[in-house]
Nanobody
């Protein structure tokens, strides 16, 4: 079974940028769709962005379109989340997730592997 380990979170000022990474173990990473979720204090976890196993298609929540970019490097078993023009409302714990059952973009309930999360805090 695979393991996901996120890195790259931290504290940034409004308008700043961060790049999150998610390193996956296992030989089947390239067959899994991947996604990033986030959970703010007192709120439910929500899907931010997703990417197909090939990297050919992506999905973005309206709240991050034009500011965030997901990508993956299957040779390195790593998925990235580039976050630009950060806002205080982007503050949350960000989770990397994988769908072992989907190569195409899965539904929000189809992710079955999760990382431990990394904190992103945007100060105003």
């Amino acid at each position: 079974q695979g393991q996901l380990v996120e890195s790259g979170g931290g504290l940034v000022q409004t308008g700043g940028s961060l790049r999150l990474s998610c390193a996956a173990s296992g030989r089947t990473f390239s067959t899994y769709a991947m996604g990033w979720f986030r959970q703010a204090p007192g709120k439910e976890r929500k899907l931010v962005t997703g990417i197909t196993c090939s990297g050919g298609s992506t999905y973005y929540a309206d709240s991050v379109k034009g500011r965030f970019s997901i990508s993956r490097d299957n040779a390195k078993n790593t998925v990235y989340l580039q976050m630009n023009s950060l806002k205080p409302e982007d503050t949350a714990v960000y989770y990397c997730a994988a769908s072992s059952t989907h190569c195409i973009l899965p539904g929000v309930h189809d992710y079955d592997y999760w990382g431990q999360g990394t904190q992103v805090t945007v100060s105003s």
